[in-house]
């Protein structure tokens, strides 16, 4: 079982440097409203791990840039999660130029849970167990 999600977005103005491309750190923030698209798609966001009583911290952020997206360029963001045993939300993502479906940058993030007292939890919580049960991840 795979689970992915995809989501598209426009270049704006502010998002360019002096070369017109799209400045390096802004592929941090397409890769969150990818996560964000999915949270909202397989109903693991935000405010529902913060609801169970946890939150999700970024531990690690990988880009690797292939091609620059130009201002008024429409992109795609593609994103697939990685399951594992751990107490971790691995994705990873694909940026595309929808004009020529051109890859311009790969990565993927890993997130871990917190308890609400800033606690590391080395366990999956319960509900997101329960989640990838009802996602096909797992099973009974």
Sequence with gaps: MELKSTTTFKVRFNE????????HGHYVTFFE????AFGKEYNLD???IFRE???APLVDIHVEYKSPLVYGDEARAEIKYKDCDAAK???EYEI??????KLVAKGSTTQVFMDKDYRLVF???EFFV??????GLREV
């Design 53 to 55: 009583g946890y939150y």
């Design 16 to 23: 360019v440097d002096s070369m017109n491309i799209t400045w």
């Design 123 to 125: 366990y999956p919580p």
């Design 33 to 36: 409203d990818a996560r964000e």
């Design 46 to 48: 935000y405010m529902t």
């Design 96 to 101: 595309y130029n929808q004009k020529n479906n």
């Design 130 to 135: 329960n989640w990838k049960i009802r996602n």
């Design 89 to 91: 939300i691995i994705f």
